[in-house]
């Protein structure tokens, strides 16, 4: 079982950090790898990418969002307190090195797991761009650790709240014309990275991202997670999950996302009935 000794809100009023004990899976883990975590014996296993890598620690942070039954359910849980299962790390790490530009771009929460890839490219002295895409200033995350790592950093809203009006791609096309990307790379929604990847395409930039799809055991065993890349059915848990994202069927993919999301709901809005009175620890 896994302690969690630290826990903070990241973004009101549901996305968390944490940072849980685990010394021989940090000293194992590399930038762009996931854990599986499972937080009762009655519960799903979930993917979850690695938002830091510790070994001097012995621990990882991962940045957890209540979007359904499962998540909201571990966002419950407080410092101090165990997740039942923690497995990885799983997937292949993400290829660093020197490149020369790197852009990485973010979206959403998806920026997290961006930062220990950032450290480990800045190891290799490439320069690195980060664009990060929310809806709106307040859902920015992850902006002072990016800006750490990073030799600029650009801030998309679709609002305009703050940074350039507009979506992360809007950011990367002006980037491409004044000072063009050597490598790009986009963690995110499917929808985000699929314009990322169309973007990049007849410009020639190697693009890779880190696909999302329906896992359920990350070890290749149930085939949730295939995709097809170059015409070839590749399962993301141990073929991936970064992929060029020019090969990627983003339809077939984005469809298969959405195969449980009625039964996900519907069991998600069931759990609520029980539980009316939800409590998450600050």
């Known amino acids: 079982m896994s302690l969690i000794i630290e826990k903070r809100l990241?973004?009101?009023?549901?996305?968390?950090?944490?940072?849980?004990?685990?010394?021989?899976?940090?000293?194992?883990?590399?930038?762009?790898?996931?854990?599986?975590?499972?937080?009762?014996?009655?519960?799903?296993?979930?993917?979850?990418?690695?938002?830091?890598?510790?070994?001097?620690?012995?621990?990882?942070?991962?940045?957890?969002?209540?979007?359904?039954?499962?998540?909201?359910?571990?966002?419950?849980?407080?410092?101090?307190?165990?997740?039942?299962?923690?497995?990885?790390?799983?997937?292949?790490?993400?290829p660093v090195k020197k490149y020369g530009h790197v852009v990485l771009v973010g979206g959403g929460f998806g920026v997290a797991p961006l930062y220990p890839i950032a450290r480990e490219m800045k190891k290799f002295k490439n320069r690195i761009t980060t664009i990060i895409g929310a809806r709106s200033s307040d859902l920015i995350i992850y902006k002072t650790e990016m800006s750490s790592v990073s030799d600029r950093v650009m801030i998309t809203?679709?609002?305009?709240?703050?940074?350039?009006?507009?979506?992360?791609?809007?950011?990367?096309?002006?980037?491409?014309?004044?000072?063009?990307?050597?490598?790009?790379?986009?963690?995110?929604?499917?929808?985000?990275?699929?314009?990322?990847?169309?973007?990049?395409?007849?410009?020639?930039?190697?693009?890779?991202?880190?696909?999302?799809?329906?896992?359920?055991?990350?070890?290749?065993?149930?085939?949730?997670?295939?995709?097809?890349?170059?015409?070839?059915m590749r399962f993301a848990c141990v073929e991936g999950p970064d992929f060029d994202g020019h090969l990627v069927d983003w339809d077939g993919l984005i469809a298969r996302q959405l195969t449980y999301k009625q039964e996900e709901q519907l069991s998600f809005e069931m759990w609520k009935k029980r539980h009316p009175h939800l409590i998450f620890e600050k």
């Open 10 to 94: 990241v973004r009101q009023p549901d996305v968390y950090y944490f940072r849980l004990k685990a010394a021989r899976l940090s000293r194992a883990a590399r930038a762009g790898q996931f854990v599986m975590v499972r937080v009762h014996e009655h519960g799903e296993r979930i993917p979850l990418s690695l938002a830091d890598i510790s070994p001097e620690t012995e621990s990882i942070a991962l940045i957890v969002m209540a979007v359904g039954k499962t998540t909201t359910k571990m966002c419950m849980l407080k410092e101090g307190e165990r997740l039942l299962d923690l497995c990885g790390p799983l997937g292949n790490p993400t």
């Open 157 to 232: 809203t679709n609002d305009g709240t703050e940074g350039i009006k507009g979506f992360v791609t809007d950011a990367l096309q002006a980037l491409i014309k004044e000072d063009r990307p050597d490598m790009v790379m986009a963690v995110g929604p499917s929808v985000m990275m699929k314009a990322v990847s169309e973007l990049t395409k007849p410009e020639g930039i190697k693009t890779i991202v880190s696909l999302n799809p329906i896992m359920v055991d990350g070890t290749g065993m149930c085939g949730g997670c295939r995709v097809l890349v170059g015409g070839k």
